[in-house]
């Protein structure tokens, strides 16, 4: 076995074989497609990986097996890979539902006709290599997302199929992905003939450069990539990544990691920032960059560049950082095989003039990315003006059996909110179309609410995907939802902890920005969790009905707000 090298497969072929590795294509009859150098010919067999090595795929090249892809792992990150499923979990998660390929952007005759084809429906975009004409595959998947958020029962599913160029070829490959993508399921074409819709460009915003610093291991080149897929998935600026060991193999080679090498790298890369900046670009650096006056030069180099220049201290501990530590590069500096190892054997001079610092520590992903977001404010931007969609801010409230706190609260806060904000409820161990507590709904009823048509219901992905803000009666239910859906950690709070938090906001700020918002500052959940009344008697019942109303009372102005 061995790893693929610098000398990668191209675009188009990676395309196919990351279909294969998904389930949707059978296995290749032909590896010789593959271009690999010519030192790694005869090897029984290839592994596929991803920049930080992590296999995705083997290859096999020899024997019987010849051409056959087995799927090692699912990538990592890039841009919608949430909405990358396998034709299994399609038929899981969407049962029943027709599906509808999607190729190019859809016009408003044709979102008309996805309504009009039955419930539930899975938009099926090909976006792959050459594959959507006239848009990027990209573009593709964001104006479908946007045409469809806030239609019931309509789910945007994607399949990275390349174009090869060979049109019976082309022909064969789809047909195959729709038959395994609609496998026990009616597969409906739209028309073609209907004219897009005009849109109008607005001016585009000037450049950006987000340079991450920290130590090796700190998390900088995670946190940078999941930057660039939030940039790619809710925008349509261009966004390079310019990580530090890319830019050693490609624009830095023959450097040595002396020191005035190691800062003569760091200048290449913010002269190719600040160029990307000039042109209304984003760059997205992770170098390590050890030393303040380069940085500070870096920043220099980008603002003469009329661009804007963030600084990201990632300050990780040294010791959390030799801990995560696969390559055993720590190891090795300490035992002095490696010379001017940074944060051993070579200082690290902490900024200063950082924009923002986060320490990765027994943190997610998505937490440590909210600071970042929440200062580089790229996300949300378009070059085209969308169309007003007039959808209601959406809630999802949360407790364990969806019987007593999540019904009343669902019925509190919709009284209170009004039609511009929709409030449904479920259990992270909801039961099944059940009436709402008995001593709860009397209460209700006390209060004005009518608890008559509510029915409990378990907690889904679907129902955490399409909220726009999960509220949980405890911080256990708070912890439940991330733990299986860890993706929605900017959004789900406790209801005491949003309360809190949306008390120092400052008037007129809407429910999304104060989300966003909130997702940055994470106001604290202690002593914040609303009590279990289930089968405590009337009095239960009641302070758990008074302790709701407040919150209800202190949250409402921030969700009622549009």
Same mark, same amino acid.
Not at 65 to 87: H, I, K, M, Q, V
Not at 323 to 330: E, F, H, I, M, T
């Given at each position: 076995m061995a790893a693929v090298p610098q000398h990668s497969p191209s675009p188009r072929i990676l395309d196919d074989l990351e279909l294969q590795a998904l389930g949707v294509l059978p296995p290749t009859s032909n590896p010789d497609e593959l271009d690999l150098p010519r030192d790694l010919a005869g090897l029984p067999a290839v592994d596929l990986v991803d920049p930080e090595g992590l296999p995705l795929a083997r290859v096999s090249l020899t024997g019987p097996?010849?051409?056959?892809?087995?799927?090692?792992?699912?990538?990592?990150?890039?841009?919608?890979?949430?909405?990358?499923?396998?034709?299994d979990e399609r038929r899981d998660r969407h049962p029943g539902a027709v599906v509808v390929p999607v190729e190019s952007p859809l016009t408003a005759a044709?979102?008309?006709?996805?309504?009009?084809?039955?419930?539930?429906?899975?938009l099926l975009v090909l976006a792959g290599t050459d594959w959507p004409v006239g848009t990027s595959p990209l573009a593709l998947v964001r104006s479908t997302v946007a045409a469809v958020r806030g239609v019931p029962d309509v789910h945007v599913v994607v399949v990275p199929l390349a174009r090869t160029g060979d %049109?019976? *070829?082309?022909?064969?490959? !789809? +047909?195959?992905?729709?038959? $395994?993508?609609?496998?026990g399921a009616a597969v409906v074409e739209l028309s073609q003939d209907a004219a897009a819709s005009a849109t109008q460009p607005v001016e585009r915003a000037g450049g950006v450069v987000v340079f991450f610093t920290g130590l090796s291991g700190s998390g900088k080149s995670t946190l940078a990539r999941a930057l660039v897929d939030e940039v790619l998935?809710?925008?349509?600026?261009?966004?390079?990544?310019?990580?530090?060991?890319?830019?050693?193999?490609?624009?830095?080679?023959?450097?040595?990691?002396?020191? %005035?090498? *190691?800062?003569?790298?760091? !200048? +290449?890369?913010?002269?190719? $920032?600040a160029e990307i900046a000039r042109h209304g670009g984003v760059a997205v650096c992770s170098p390590i960059a050890p030393y303040d006056a380069t940085r500070r030069e870096v920043r220099r180099m980008v603002e003469e560049a009329g661009g804007r220049f963030v600084l990201v201290h990632v300050a990780t501990p040294v010791e959390e950082c030799e801990?995560?530590?696969?390559?055993?590069?720590?190891a090795k500096a300490r035992a002095g095989e490696i010379a001017d190892f940074t944060g051993i054997s070579a200082p690290y001079e902490v900024p200063a003039d950082a924009d923002v610092v986060v320490d990765t520590t027994g943190l997610t992903v998505e937490a440590a990315l909210a600071p970042v977001l929440a200062v580089v404010g790229l996300t949300g931007e378009s070059d085209l003006e969308p169309e007003p969609v007039a959808d209601p801010f959406r809630v999802l409230v949360v407790c364990t059996a969806n019987i007593c706190r999540s019904p009343?609260?669902?019925?509190?806060?919709?009284?209170?909110?009004?039609?511009?904000?929709?409030?449904?409820?479920?259990?992270?161990?909801?039961?099944?179309?059940?009436?709402?507590?008995a001593e709860m709904a009397a209460q209700a009823v006390a209060r004005g609410l009518d608890p008559a048509a509510f029915r409990s219901r378990p907690l889904t992905r679907e129902l955490v995907a399409e909220a726009d803000l999960v509220l949980t009666a405890e911080a256990r239910h708070r912890t439940f939802v991330l733990e299986e859906h860890p993706a929605a950690f900017k959004k789900v709070f406790t209801v005491g902890q949003f309360a809190r938090g949306v008390a120092g906001l400052p008037d007129g700020t809407s429910p999304r920005d104060a989300v966003a918002r909130l997702a940055a500052s994470r106001p604290s959940a202690d002593g914040a969790d609303i009590a279990d009344p289930y089968r405590r008697g009337p009095a239960a019942a009641a302070a758990c009905?008074?302790?709701?109303?407040?919150?209800?009372?202190?949250?409402?102005?921030?969700?009622?707000?549009?």
């Open positions: 097996d010849a051409g056959r892809t087995e799927p090692l792992s699912r990538p990592s990150y890039g841009p919608f890979r949430r909405l990358r499923l396998t034709p044709q979102l008309a006709d996805v309504r009009g084809v039955g419930d539930p429906v899975v %049109a019976e *070829r082309d022909a064969e490959r !789809r +047909r195959r992905v729709l038959a $395994a993508y609609g496998e998935e809710t925008t349509d600026r261009t966004v390079t990544s310019l990580d530090g060991d890319v830019v050693r193999r490609n624009l830095s080679a023959g450097l040595s990691f002396s020191p %005035a090498d *190691r800062e003569t790298n760091i !200048r +290449r890369i913010g002269w190719v $920032a801990r995560r530590d696969r390559k055993g590069l720590y009343y609260l669902q019925l509190a806060l919709q009284a209170a909110a009004g039609e511009t904000v929709e409030v449904t409820s479920a259990g992270t161990h909801g039961f099944v179309d059940k009436e709402m507590d009905a008074d302790h709701i109303d407040r919150l209800v009372t202190e949250v409402t102005p921030a969700l009622a707000r549009r």
